[in-house]
Each structure stands twice: as C-alpha cells, then as structure tokens.
C-alpha cells in the first residue's frame, strides 16, 4: 500500500500550486498576486478580460496559468485542472467567484436568485467536484471558499447572495467528511465588508452602513489576501471543516 504523505509538507512554500477562481479583479488577482510574492504557483480563472492578470501572468511566465471561461461550466474546471497539472500539481483551490443581485425578494426575478446561484454555488461545486480528484490521487488538498458574514447575519436586499454563501458552509463540512481519508480539508472565510470587488460596487450609504456593524470598520484587501494565501498553507493544516469569520467584530451597540 501507497504511503499517504504528510499533510503538513505537501505543498510547501514554492511547491504550492493554487487555483483561483475569479481571479480577473478585486480580492481575486490580490490573492493571486500575494500567492505569487510567496513562491507559489497559479492558475487563475477570469471571465472577462483583465489586463492586470494578464500583466501578472507576463511577469510570472513560469508560475502562472491562465484560464478563462465560465466558473459554474465544466470546462472551465477541467481546464484549470489540467493547467495545475502541468505546473505540478494541484494542492489548493480557491472558490472565490462570486456575483450579487440585490434587490426585496418581492421584487427579485427567478432569473436574477438563478444566475447568484450558478455562479456562486454551482460554481463552488463544479470546481471542487474537479478539483478532487486529483487531491485523492495525490492524497492531500485544501478547498478555501469565500463566503460573507451576510450567511450568518443576513442582509435586506440580499436574499440570493446570502443564500448562495450560507450554501457553501454545507458544501464544504460536507466534502470534508467525505474526504478525511484522503487527507482534504476545507474551510469557508466568511469575509466583512472589503474594499475592493462587489465591496467597491456598493453606493456610500451601503458602505457606511455595513462598515458600522463592524467593530473595524471597513476591512483592506491586502489582509483578505494574505488570510486565503495563509488558508492554502502547511501553516493551516489543522483548519478544517470550519468557517472562520473575517469580519473585524460585529458591533451590537
């Protein structure tokens, strides 16, 4: 019988190779360019065209794979598992792809609560179901999902979004009972208000409600980054089938 390596080791420093989706903006291409400034290797998804992976991927020729296409489509996890592939081998992946369509949920379309959850959640399924079966052959990886603390607090006006991220706590302490022999482990970060990404897309007044919940305020993308880049190390390796909270505080009075 095949010895399982250690978890601990796998993918250590320079041999981590990540893949991230949604990695074209915001919280994304900051972890991809953090994971990068760490040694590792990438394979960045992205949608729509984004000079600045691609100026990323031009001054990391050797360490970054780019992969454009559709996250909630199979080929485009397929594909970004190949890409791992060929750069050694993938140890982690980062589900951070994400959309929102706020609105009253009187008021909220079946299309519009449809397409949050094709990308946010079947998204977050497609490329985990992917993205295991080459951890099981290598017998480890880690599967870091971002979610938000509107799954535990709600949000009015975001009834799909909410849904779509509380969704991927089950996905993940799920996956990770199904795969404990294999050495995978998953972990959600539920995020607080960020200034970049659908954060940035927020009009002031949303931005100065939510950043008054949080004991810290607004939170900066950088520290977001080097949390993911930290949850796809050896470091973490005993983070697992958990959600860790990201969110500065919540403020009750």
């Known amino acids: 019988m095949t010895q399982s390596p250690d978890p601990t080791t796998v993918g250590d420093g320079g041999g981590r190779t990540v893949a991230i989706t949604g990695a074209g903006r915001g919280l994304g291409l900051l972890a991809a360019r953090t994971l990068l400034e760490q040694g590792s290797r990438v394979v960045a998804n992205f949608r729509s065209d984004s000079p600045a992976l691609e100026l990323l991927a031009e001054q990391h020729p050797d360490s970054v794979a780019l992969v454009q296409g559709d996250v909630a489509e199979e080929k485009t996890a397929a594909a970004m598992v190949e890409a791992a592939g060929d750069l ?14 706020d609105g009253l949920a009187v008021r909220l379309s079946v299309g519009d609560w449809d397409e949050v959850m094709r990308v946010n959640l079947r998204g977050a ?11 099981m052959r290598r017998r480890a990886g880690r599967i870091v999902y971002v979610s938000s603390t509107v799954a535990y607090s709600g949000n009015a006006g975001q009834s799909a979004y909410a849904a779509s991220k509380a969704g991927l706590q089950g996905l993940a302490l799920t996956i990770a009972q199904e795969y404990r022999n294999y050495n995978i482990r998953t972990v959600v970060l539920a995020l607080g208000l960020i200034d970049t990404g659908l954060g940035a897309e927020l ?7 939510l950043a008054d919940m949080s004991l810290a305020g607004m939170g900066e993308p950088r520290h977001a980054a080097a949390t993911l880049a930290f949850l796809t190390s050896p470091g973490a390796d005993f983070i697992n089938a958990a959600v860790l909270r990201a969110d500065g505080g919540i403020r009750f009075a």
Request: charged share 30%; proline share 3%.
């Open 125 to 135: 399924f497609v490329a985990t179901k992917h993205a295991l079966r080459p951890m």
């Open 88 to 101: 050694g081998g993938l140890d982690a992946l980062i589900h951070n792809a994400a959309v929102t369509r």
């Open 203 to 209: 009009t002031d007044e949303q931005r100065d409600r």
